[in-house]
Nanobody, 115 residues
């Protein structure tokens, strides 16, 4: 089955930038709508950005204008460019199918925004 591996997280100052990567085990991005999710301690996992098979993108209001989702179908990789990071962006970030029938969740990648 499809495996997803997130990477690129780390510790960054407020206002800084990070680029997260989501590597898939197969060519899935032309078949499934995909999204980036994040989960902060004690909170639910929320969708923050999505990209449809046709390339249309959408963003949660909290990240709109700061985050950009993209994909490279040939490399089976999806990205999340995060700019102007805020402390409230601190969370574990995951990628997965946008639909309810998610693939198995990966380990996620920790993003910490702190001075």
């Amino acid at each position: 089955q499809v495996q997803l591996v997130e990477s690129g997280g780390g510790l960054v100052q407020p206002g800084g930038s990070l680029r997260l990567s989501c590597a898939a085990s197969g060519s899935i991005f032309s078949i499934y709508a995909m999204g980036w999710y994040r989960q902060a301690p004690g909170k639910q996992r929320d969708l923050v950005a999505s990209i449809l098979t046709g390339g249309n993108t959408n963003y949660a209001d909290s990240v709109k204008g700061r985050f950009t989702i993209s994909r490279d179908n040939g490399e089976n990789t999806m990205y999340l460019q995060m700019n102007s990071l805020k402390p409230e962006d601190t969370a574990v970030y995951y990628c997965n199918q946008l639909g309810l029938d998610h693939f198995p969740w990966g380990q996620g990648t920790q993003v910490t925004v702190s001075s």
